[in-house]
Nanobody
Framework: QVQLVESGGGLVQAGGSLRLSCAASRRTSNYVMGWFRQAPGKERDFVARIIWSGGWTDYADSVKGRFTISRDNAKNTMYLQMNSLKPDDTAIYYC???????????????WGQGTQVTVSS
């Protein structure tokens, strides 16, 4: 079992930045970690993922060039730096851990409770 706790969400104006953190209860260095988001009335969408070494990352087209995913295995923590935020980025952001490198949320095994990000225009 891995417990995940997200933090860092909040209210920010368009063009601003936020940094999300995802702290794991134990070592996740052998796993893939990812960020997903869910806006009201919409499905949960892939945002970004990173392999255990941190040497490979993948982003949704909608956030590429604005968001940066990273991880610190020594701290069992993953981050999502979000810059140039837009109102369309408003959603609950979830972190997840899995053993398969995929964008498919159903293939991730453990999930955090989510953190709200609201971007005002």
């Amino acid at each position: 079992q891995v417990q995940l706790v997200e933090s860092g969400g909040g209210l920010v104006q368009a063009g601003g930045s936020l940094r999300l953190s995802c702290a794991a209860s134990r070592r996740t260095s052998n796993y893939v970690m990812g960020w997903f988001r869910q806006a009201p009335g919409k499905e949960r969408d892939f945002v970004a993922r990173i392999i255990w070494s941190g040497g490979w990352t993948d982003y949704a087209d909608s956030v590429k060039g604005r968001f940066t995913i990273s991880r610190d295995n020594a701290k069992n923590t993953m981050y999502l730096q979000m810059n140039s935020l837009k109102p369309d980025d408003t959603a609950i952001y979830y972190c997840a851990v899995g053993s398969i490198a995929t964008r498919d949320s159903s293939r991730y095994d453990y999930w955090g409770q989510g953190t709200q990000v609201t971007v005002s225009s």
